[in-house]
């Protein structure tokens, strides 16, 4: 999000605090948000929320389907359990469950995509070692499907 400061310089805002950068002008968003649930630390379930733009020609769905091929590709074991339905408040998505093999075991995911401005796409990507636990699952959902877009007037 950006703001103007008294020196009509940008102002990059977020959680913490803020920096002078022309965020969308000069600069592009590529943050990660990363939140963790608060406990056992070895088995806490995270989530992830990223950012990307789509390539020229590739929209959302055929995205998802490039996503879901590289995961087979690079991750062992890699399974797509289940395509789950996302009711975002300006519309409908999906989210993929997924269970993979990492050095640590095996790990559920929870995956879904949305497009936020042009070709802007918001990634949530939750975690959890197997199993995870149908309370995180319904919390992890809620959150995701909880995800109200701002307007481009408050991203700036």
Not at 25 to 41: A, H, M, P
Not at 46 to 67: A, K, Q, W
Not at 87 to 106: K, V
């Amino acid at each position: 999000m950006s703001a103007i400061n008294d020196n009509s310089t940008p102002l990059y805002v977020f959680n913490e605090g803020s920096v002078p950068a022309d965020v969308p002008g000069t600069w592009d968003d590529q943050t990660l948000n990363v939140l963790r649930i608060k406990g056992d630390e070895a088995h806490a379930a995270s989530l992830v929320i990223s950012r990307d733009t789509l390539p020229v020609g590739v929209e959302l769905p055929d995205y998802i389907e490039n996503e879901i091929i590289r995961l087979k590709e690079t991750l062992q074991d890699f399974e797509l359990k289940a395509r789950l339905p996302v009711d975002w408040a300006d519309g409908p998505g999906e989210a993929l469950l997924t269970r993979w093999l990492s050095e640590e075991g095996s790990i559920d995911q929870v995956m879904a995509c949305r497009l936020v401005s042009d070709r802007k796409i918001l990634i949530f990507t939750a975690t959890h070692v197997t199993p995870m636990p149908s309370g995180t699952y319904r919390t992890v959902m809620r959150i995701i499907n909880g995800f109200r877009p701002r307007s481009s007037e408050q991203i700036g």
